[in-house]
Structure formats: structure tokens, C-alpha cells
């Protein structure tokens, strides 16, 4: 497994929340939700991450949350039922995930049960997210996707 240890700076971004099971609801929710509110904003075209929240196997499914972000300028004003935060800077644990996305949960899973045991690091209290730079694309069609898996370290 290709993981790499980097420092990412902190970034603001403005965000919608979706709530339930992770997995096919989550493309709906980008697509149907996510992206046309982007549009609206002026805000496509830019780096967008994707928190989840919850672990699916402690949470109940329609439990888990999750954010749709997108980066926005530390002055941004939320509009149209968004909400701003800032995703900490810091040393991150990155898996590059290049694939359908019905595959994703199983990168999860492996860098988080593989990898991190013999890493001789520990996650630490940031959040874990997907990083999808401003050219990532989605592939409709084969599901297809590329996007950085990024779970915070810390040493042990």
C-alpha cells in the first residue's frame, strides 16, 4: 500500500450536510444536491473534501453523517443552507484511491485495519476525509473517480 506521510495546511470550507448510510445516497447527494448548489454559489471548479463523521459499523446507518466541502476564502458568508468550517492543518496519512467509487470503503478499511497498526502512528482528534482536488472528475458512467484518502496522524 502507497502511503505517504504529508504536511497539509489548514483550508476553510462552507459545506451541506447529508444524513444516512453512506454509499450510493452519498453520489445522489453530490450530484443532486452538492452540485447544483455549487453552481448557484459560483463555487465549482474549486477543491472539494468529503467528511464522514461516523463509522458505519458502530453508527447506525440513517445515523451517519456526513459533509460535502468545498474550499472557500476565510471571509466566505454561507449561502443556500451551508455552514463554514476549517479543516485542521497538519501531518496526514494519504492513500490515493483510483477507482469506482462502490470500491472506496474498502481503501478505507485497508489503510485504517492494515496500514495504521504497523505505521507507528495513531490517529489523532482531526477529522478523516476525502480530498478531491479542483480537476477531479466523476465518471457517471463507469463510477470512476480519483480523490486522496487522508486520515491524521500522530506518532505513537
Known sequence: MDVKIIDRPEVTVAYLRYQGPYGPGLTEFWTK??????????LL???????????????????????????????YQPQGGAFKTVIPGGR??????????????????????????G???????RPCFEYYPADAVYDPITCALRCDICIPVAPL
Open 45 to 75: 471548479n474549486r477543491a472539494r473534501y468529503g467528511i464522514s463523521h461516523d463509522d458505519p459499523d458502530v453508527v447506525a446507518p440513517e445515523q451517519c453523517r456526513y459533509d460535502a466541502c468545498v474550499e472557500v476564502d476565510k471571509d
Open 92 to 117: 496526514y496519512a494519504v492513500l490515493t484511491f483510483e477507482g469506482p467509487i462502490y470500491k472506496i470503503g474498502a481503501a478505507w478499511t485497508s489503510l485504517m485495519r492494515d496500514w495504521l497498526p
Open 119 to 125: 505505521s507507528g502512528f495513531q490517529i489523532d482528534a
Open 33 to 42: 444536491v452538492y452540485y447544483p448548489w455549487a453552481n448557484t454559489h459560483g
